[in-house]
Structures are given as C-alpha cells and as structure tokens.
C-alpha cells in the first residue's frame, strides 16, 4: 500500500500560481491529479504514465504542468493563470499496475481557492 500526502493548496488571486506536491511512500508508476469542485463529479486534471507520457484535461492545457521525481516519489503540478473555475479540492492518485484503469492509491486532498 502507498501512502500519498498532498501540501502546496492555499488561496490565491486569479492570475495567480500555486505549485501543489504529493509525497508518496513508494513507488507507483502512474500517477494522476484529480480535483473536485463543490456539486461537480471529480475529474482528472492531468496524469502522467509509467513512459512519462503526459495527459491534460482541455481546461488546463498550457496553464497547469504536472511533473513526477521517481528519485523523490514526488508529483508535483504547477498550475499558472488560475482561474475561479479552478477552485476544488484536489487530490492525488496513483495506480498499482500499469495496466489497470483503476487508481488505487489516494491522497487526502488539498483544497486549492482562486478568486476573481
């Protein structure tokens, strides 16, 4: 089992950047950023593979950068430009195997509050 610890939420202008982390305790070779506003479904925001391919969600391409230090099991995702709309819960995941759609492991969340 691994543990994930999500830091780096907080509350900022629009405009402004935040840089969320999440320390795992071990390994997971595909790791993901999913946030959750308030009465929304949660949706994944950006993932990153076992090849470090990258994925974004249409509503983050070239604002937010999601980064993965295997050294460190550490995810990071820097995120620019907020918007209000960016304001949610965000939570971090990570999959046992490769091959599975399912993530796994989940962080506790960190709440991220942009305002206009």
């Known amino acids: 089992q691994v543990q994930l610890v999500e830091s780096g939420g907080g509350s900022v202008q629009a405009g402004g950047s935040l840089r969320l982390s999440c320390a795992a305790s071990g390994y997971s070779c595909c790791m993901a950023w999913f946030r959750q506003a308030p009465g929304k479904e949660r949706e994944v925001v950006a993932d990153?593979?076992?090849?470090?391919?990258?994925r974004y969600a249409d509503s983050v391409k070239g604002r937010f950068t999601i980064s993965k230090d295997n050294a460190k099991n550490t995810l990071y995702l820097q995120m620019n430009s907020l918007k209000p709309e960016d304001t949610a819960m965000y939570y971090c995941?990570?999959?046992?195997?490769?091959?599975?759609?399912?993530?796994?492991?989940w962080g506790q969340g960190t709440q991220v509050t942009v305002s206009s």
């Open positions: 995941a990570g999959k046992k195997f490769s091959w599975s759609s399912q993530y796994a492991y």
């Open positions: 990153i593979a076992r090849d470090l391919s990258i």
